[in-house]
């Protein structure tokens, strides 16, 4: 079982910062990409930010330069820190991760999701 845990997410004002952070716990054998994805009631899911293991990092065109994808592989955590919000940047929040397991004698690999957290910009 594996499981992500967001937190950090909540009501702040446009123009605000926030910090989402999401870990990773269970057995996991490696952790390769971790991700953040937002959506909207009734609209898909969209890729935010992306990075690998080896910390390279690739970003929506609409949140370059106000977001920022780090990670801590000794910890299984990933981090968005988000700046300058704007009303549109309210959504959900939801953190993502390619993980190995081992399962008797065989590698398997998921896609694992968190439970989102709850973004709100005010105007």
């Known amino acids: 079982q594996v499981q992500l845990v967001e937190s950090g997410g909540g009501l702040v004002q446009a123009g605000g910062s926030l910090r989402l952070s999401c870990a990773a716990s269970?057995?996991?054998?490696?952790?390769?990409?971790m991700g953040w994805y937002r959506q909207a009631p009734g609209k898909q899911r969209d890729l935010v930010a992306r990075?690998?293991?080896?910390?390279?990092?690739n970003y929506a065109d609409s949140v370059k330069g106000r977001f920022t994808i780090s990670r801590d592989n000794a910890k299984n955590t990933v981090y968005l820190q988000i700046d300058s919000l704007k009303p549109e940047d309210t959504d959900v929040y939801y953190c993502?991760?390619?993980?190995?397991?081992?399962?008797?004698?065989?590698?398997?690999?998921?896609?694992?999701w968190g439970q989102g957290t709850l973004v709100t910009v005010s105007s």
């Open positions: 993502s991760a390619d993980v190995t397991v081992i399962a008797g004698r065989e590698y398997r690999y998921l896609e694992v």
């Open positions: 990075i690998t293991s080896g910390l390279s990092a």
């Open positions: 269970g057995s996991i054998f490696s952790i390769n990409a």
